[in-house]
């Protein structure tokens, strides 16, 4: 199946007389006959629903769904995006490990690590995703247990080398986790670059509308955890809280790390999404080929009016040639990267603010990825928590104003930016 078909779908077949969307199953548990049955179900043995904090049908139907779309194995759904990306790295690294992280990475993941998992004893070495090959190298220690980065930086949308990072992990005996949030498989699919593990915020353009707050993690199924059995004994090691199960020989390269994020992340942290938000979250994805079609027409031609604009200082959007990863997205995403541009105004920061009082059409809000178009300025809002050479470091200037794209009409968001700048 093409892409687009799978949008619709993948993840759900229903049998004969069965609902054609998918159910919502709003249910915490699940009955059995004997207790020999259900016990089967703690030991792993049989498959099987017990209780919505671990699995529950719905969500499972969305979770395969997306991972149908990377090209995975396996998929899980987590309530948020942060959650997504806290589990991807924690089921690998704990405390005394170190991670490598990309230095253009969502605000939010940025902190999760540098602060939040670093007080859990996880040490995290940042790189600028344009190091040289020595500094990349240099980076990398024998407790070194993932590296991490973004397809397209949000907000500074650097396009991410996966193919050189995967090369470098792998060198290392590691896996590489993507942020696959702005691209969505329908512009980039990472695991066909080299990457192991995929992570979305769902938030944004899978659910498209501003209606829910999700994340989700597949697994490419292709990473051998046997063949570096010292660095991952999580995946390689009987698991003594869950019946002495080892993940890896159980469920084989292509189910075990899916498994034991649902069996003891899951499980103990607990971060699942209702059924009800996974039902809306489908009803975006269904759309996603198109939505993105349309998000990556507008937001080009939105981008060439701004670089034609005397008002306007600078513009980055990686669909423009002479963009300094016009090349790079053009190798990874040739269809197009995502409706989110940045820019500066001239007259700097007062200037910025003064021409977002005048939008219309476009709304001020932290949101970016979905159909309204709206328009923030980072450095005062998502990314204030930040030092200046911090936010130099994630490629965000004082500056700039992220605009991302919505679905209207081309023509009214244009005028609407024009009537802005005008007041300048
Ligand atoms: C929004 C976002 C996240 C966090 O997702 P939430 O769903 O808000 O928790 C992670 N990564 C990227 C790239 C994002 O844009």
Redesign the pocket.
């Known amino acids: 199946m093409k892409l687009e078909t799978k949008c619709i779908q993948a993840g759900y077949t229903p049998k004969n007389g069965e609902s054609r969307m998918i159910p919502i199953v709003q249910s915490t548990t699940f009955k059995y006959d004997t207790s020999e049955d259900m016990g089967k179900l703690f030991d792993l043995e049989a498959e099987g629903y017990f209780y919505t904090r671990l699995q529950n049908p719905t969500n499972d139907y969305v979770a395969a769904k997306i991972a149908a779309l990377e090209g995975g194995t396996a998929g899980m759904l987590t309530s948020?995006?942060?959650a997504a990306?806290f589990y991807s790295v924690f089921n690998l690294a704990g405390c005394g490990d170190h991670v490598i992280a990309s230095s253009a990475i969502?605000g939010?993941?940025y902190n999760l690590f540098n602060v939040t998992m670093r007080r859990m004893g996880i040490d995290f070495t940042f790189v600028d995703p344009e190091c040289s090959d020595e500094e990349l190298e240099a980076a990398f220690r024998p407790n070194t247990k993932c590296v991490f980065g973004?397809t397209l930086a949000?907000p500074a949308l650097i396009v991410f080398d996966i193919e050189r990072f995967a090369k470098a992990a792998h060198a290392h005996g590691v896996p590489l986790i993507i942020?696959n949030?702005?691209a969505t498989p329908v512009n980039c699919r990472p695991i066909e670059w080299g990457a192991d593990i995929v992570t979305h915020?769902t938030?944004?353009y899978m659910d498209g509308h501003d209606a829910t707050?999700?994340?989700c993690i597949v697994d490419s199924g292709k990473f051998d955890w046997f063949a570096h059995a010292d660095k991952f004994p999580g995946l390689t090691t009987p698991d003594e809280s869950y019946h002495g199960i080892t993940y890896a020989e159980r469920f084989g390269l292509a189910g075990a790390f899916i498994t034991k994020a649902t069996a003891q992340l899951m499980r103990d942290l607990g971060s699942i999404p209702s059924p009800f938000n996974c039902y809306i979250l489908n009803l975006g994805l269904e759309s996603l080929a198109v939505r993105m079609d349309r998000h990556c027409a507008n937001a080009q031609k939105v981008a060439e009016f701004l670089q034609a604009n005397e008002h306007v200082s600078w513009v980055n959007y990686p669909g423009l040639p002479g963009n300094r990863f016009y090349e790079r997205a053009q190798k990874y995403m040739p269809n197009g990267t995502c409706g989110v541009i940045s820019f500066g105004v001239k007259g700097g920061r007062k200037a910025a603010e003064e021409f977002m009082k005048h939008l219309k059409v476009a709304m001020i809000a932290t949101h970016?990825?979905d159909a309204h178009t709206c328009v923030l300025h980072p450095a005062s809002s998502t990314h204030r928590q930040m030092s200046d050479a911090e936010l130099a470091a994630g490629g965000v200037s004082p500056d700039l104003i992220r605009l991302s794209v919505g679905i209207e009409h081309a023509e009214d968001i244009i005028a609407d930016l024009e009537q802005a700048l005008n007041c300048l």
């Open positions: 948020s995006g942060q990306t969502y939010g993941s973004e949000n942020d949030t702005f915020s938030t944004k707050v999700g994340g970016v990825a």
